[in-house]
């Protein structure tokens, strides 16, 4: 759909990030955050992330209705809808905070699973997140990070960042994540614990 990047950013040894950032554009790149009515989100929003410039693809190669789907125009810009949901920090670099395929509906609110696993992954002891939506109910999986955690004051934490409905019903400690023969994390193995 790109080229083979499209953001990027200089890590600094002596400045370590919980959540480093994937940057800025490159040179000849556009980027545009929006929400999901193609409104452009401010700092610290979470929204899709459409790129455009040089190094965007025609299209999927015969996949007509597909291409049309994802290759757009956007403010007079041929774009890509990445299905990536990111949001800027204040510095203007992007963090990457999961797909929106990942987005599911509790009680009527529509919920970010990824922002939910940012902010679970910001508080002490915690190394891996992954949240999932199971029979309409937040279930957290997470890691621990050299020290044990206690889970009940993890979702008390989280009260102070999140609004309830999106408090996880669960957090359960694994000593691993299951991974899938590509490298990520298995979802579905999760789903099955």
Known sequence: ENTTFTTTYQCNREKIYSDIPIGKAINNTTLYIVDRYKNLVPKGVVGELYTGGDGVARGYFNQDELTQEK???????????????????????LIYLGRSDNQVKIRGFRVELG??????????????????????????YITEDNQKVNTEHL????????????????????????????????RRALSKI
């Open 115 to 140: 922002e939910i696993e940012q902010q679970i992954l910001q508080l002490d002891g915690v190394k891996e997140c992954v949240v999932l939506e199971k029979n309409k109910q937040l279930i957290g």
């Open 71 to 93: 290759f757009i125009e956007f403010r007079g810009d041929r774009v890509y809808k990445t299905g990536d949901l990111v949001k800027y920090r204040e510095d203007g670099n």
């Open 155 to 186: 979702k008390t934490t989280l009260k102070e960042h999140l609004p309830e409905y999106m408090i996880p019903l669960s957090l359960t400690v694994l000593e691993s994540m299951p991974i899938n023969p590509n490298g990520k994390v298995d």
